[in-house]
């Protein structure tokens, strides 16, 4: 190892939520001691109960493996592969790929780390190095093998218990690879025709969900046990818990389905969502408890015995959710092309980007505490009205090449006029 009731529906206030991330939630995983990590696309890890924020990316956070606590191995849209701790005052990076990274899994077995990219290859990670931290070794270095055989992006990565590797692609197939490691080479256990998101593995057989809803279970030999696919799809997340023998799967409409491996049933049907997808599922230690990530900037717990007395929580407060037709022109604009990862309240935000309070006159790269790409850290942009507007005309990664920004392009010059007019009053400082 690298490191060791009634049916009447139950008041939302009654389950228990964490916040403070600045947007949606992307990941979540239980540490062996019980704490909950959380990924989010603003840029950050949390550890639960806290909040401890552990940073380091650049991009939204993806990928996540708490089993090494309390060391947390992260992935991002960053393209990079992090190994983040409490008492590390830099994290320290694995690896980086030429794209976004689909999942982390972690040998149990041996000291080796799998990370999935959308560059189409796996990296698998061989510890070389300790580092001593909080009486812990932490890995410092390592041996990385490139692993080739997708033709799409790979999505998820997950090791049987008995160490062998098993990776999905949007290609709609899922392989397992064999061999040494300067020799490994895969086959393929299923072609699915439609993307593979997520797959999970266990000593018997492997659960996969696909981007046309598929829901389904195959041994190790790719021959079907069962088939849960309804009408709803994608399917964006799966969590397993092995003592219970209980399944999560959440997809895009907003529902969890709970499946019993020990009978193949759906033991559960739970609208989770008002709006929005399920992203992120994650069993708390005993099973009893399913953690929830989506659009929102919250993570649901949820009782997993009392799911169906529930109503659906989540999407119902959020500002970037509002109907688009009861919104002036200028703040619809900003509600699509900026909220995500804009406050415009004054003081520390935990989105992605800085505050946008007081912006007219300030010079780009300059809100005290924000981490800066290299290329806005000592920028000569002033933001008024010309600047902002040329921003969106061409896109942050054509007026700003090397920025953090997203690519956002608001192609009519009376849309963006409208967003310069709302923002020179939402913005206005003290």
């Keep these: 190892m690298i490191l060791p009731l009634t049916r009447t529906p139950v008041r939302a206030e009654e389950f228990t939520t964490y916040k403070g991330h600045g947007g949606p939630i992307m990941a979540l995983d239980v540490s062996p001691d019980g704490r909950l ?38 992935g991002g849209d960053d393209f990079r592969v992090l190994l983040l701790h409490p008492e590390l005052e830099t994290p320290l990076e694995i690896t980086k790929h030429k794209g976004k990274i689909g999942g982390i899994a972690v040998d149990a077995t041996s000291d080796r780390i799998a990370s999935a990219s959308w560059d189409g290859s796996i990296q698998l990670h061989y510890v070389v190095k300790f580092l001593a931290t909080n009486d812990m ?73 696909a981007v046309d809803g598929a829901t389904r279970v195959i041994d190790h030999d790719g021959q079907q046990i069962a088939d849960f696919t309804l009408d709803r799809r994608p399917i964006l997340a799966m969590d397993y818990h092995a003592d219970t023998g209980q399944l999560a799967v959440g997809d895009g409409h907003g529902y969890i389905m709970m499946i019993d491996t020990a009978a193949w049933k759906i033991t559960r049907d739970f609208r989770a969502m008002r709006k929005g997808p399920v992203w992120a599922l994650a069993f708390s230690n005993d099973g009893a408890i399913i953690h929830v990530g989506g659009i929102d900037d919250v993570i649901y717990a949820w009782p997993v015995a009392l799911l169906d007395q529930y109503d659906p929580a989540g999407g119902d407060a959020r500002s970037f959710l509002r109907d688009a037709a009861s919104m002036p022109n200028g703040e619809r604009q900003f509600m699509r092309k900026c909220s995500i990862c804009h406050a415009l309240e004054p003081g520390p935000s935990r989105k ?46 054509h007026y700003i090449p090397g920025s953090k920004m997203p690519m956002q392009v608001i192609a ?16 206005k400082g003290d």
């Design 37 to 74: 990590a959380s990924a989010s696309f603003d840029n950050s890890v949390g550890l639960w109960p806290g909040p401890v924020w552990l940073e380091g990316h650049d991009a939204a956070v993806t990928a996540l493996d708490a089993s090494q606590a309390p060391a947390v191995l992260s």
């Design 137 to 209: 070794p932490v890995p410092l270095d390592f041996r990385t093998f490139e692993l080739l055989g997708h033709r799409s992006n790979v999505t998820s990565v997950g090791f049987a218990p008995n160490g062998t590797l098993y990776s999905a692609s949007s290609d709609g197939t899922i392989r397992v690879w064999e061999g040494p490691e300067t020799g490994t080479t895969s086959r393929v256990l299923v072609k699915h025709g439609f993307g593979i998101n997520e797959i999970v593995v266990t000593e018997d057989w492997t659960a996969y969900g």
């Design 352 to 397: 992605a980007g800085p505050t946008l309070h007081a912006v007219f006159g300030r010079r780009a790269g300059t809100v005290p505490g924000y981490r800066y790409s290299a290329i806005l850290d000592g920028s000569e942009i002033v933001w008024d009205e010309t600047t902002i507007d040329a921003l969106f005309d061409i896109g942050p990664d």
């Design 412 to 427: 009519k010059p009376s849309d963006r006029a409208d967003l310069v007019a709302f923002l020179k009053t939402a913005t």
